[in-house]
T-cell receptor
């Protein structure tokens, strides 16, 4: 049981390049989330999904797109990377039932945009 | 808009001393509050989850309290050890299954 995994772990992009971050979970969770973490600011929600085929905007969605074609995978895309998107990106997943909505986090992807 | 604050941003204590970490939130309409631990360069590990109907949760040396009416939670770590050095984050869940995080408290326990 691997939990939540993220690929890649590190990436360096030039301004204007595109890339996709992959998140996978093997816990059969309905909900999945993408966060970014910047120094001193905690984590901020980018996009989330409440089930296969669904996505919704979080607090800071601009410049990102997501897709949830399979229940176990949640992809985060940057179409035209900007230096402001330099950050550490975390994926998380959780059960459907609200009473047990503990979120489980992946190890993170450190992205630098030059 | 929910805002979560953690003060202080950093804390240094000698080994054996009890740790007290504070978290405050502005909107008391929450479903639960979670405390996480984050080691440098790593992801988040959930420590405790307190549901809105509960006042505290305990796990080993950790105890977390929740006072919804005043918008506060406190994480106590008894008899701190160097291995407790990490950043501790609190997060509240409100409508929509979304978490709002505080900025974290970076803890250093000196041997």
């Amino acid at each position: 049981n691997a939990g939540v995994t993220q690929t890649p772990k590190f990436r360096v992009l030039k301004t204007g390049q595109s890339m996709t971050l992959l998140c996978a979970q093997d816990m059969n969770h309905e909900y999945m989330y993408w966060y970014r973490q910047d120094p001193g600011m905690g984590l901020r929600l980018i996009h989330y999904s409440v089930g296969e085929g669904t996505t919704a905007k979080g607090e800071v969605p601009d410049g990102y797109n997501v897709s949830r074609l399979k229940k176990q995978n949640f992809l985060l895309g940057l179409e035209s990377a900007a230096p402001s998107q330099t950050s550490v990106y975390f994926c998380a997943s959780s059960y459907t039932k609200r009473r047990y909505n503990e979120q489980f986090f992946g190890p993170g992807t450190r992205l630098t945009v030059l | 808009k929910q805002e979560v604050t953690q003060i202080p941003a950093a804390l240094s204590v000698p080994e054996g001393e009890n740790l007290v970490l504070n978290c405050s939130f502005t909107d008391s309409a929450i479903y639960n509050l979670q405390w996480f631990r984050q080691d440098p360069g790593k992801g988040l590990t959930s420590l405790l989850l307190i549901q809105s109907s509960q006042r505290e949760q305990t796990s080993g040396r950790l105890n977390a309290s929740l006072d919804k009416s005043s918008g506060r939670s406190t994480l106590y770590i008894a008899a701190s050890q160097p291995g407790d050095s990490a950043t501790y984050l609190c997060a509240v869940e409100a409508a929509g299954n979304k978490l709002t995080f505080g900025g974290g408290t970076r803890v250093l326990v000196k041997p």
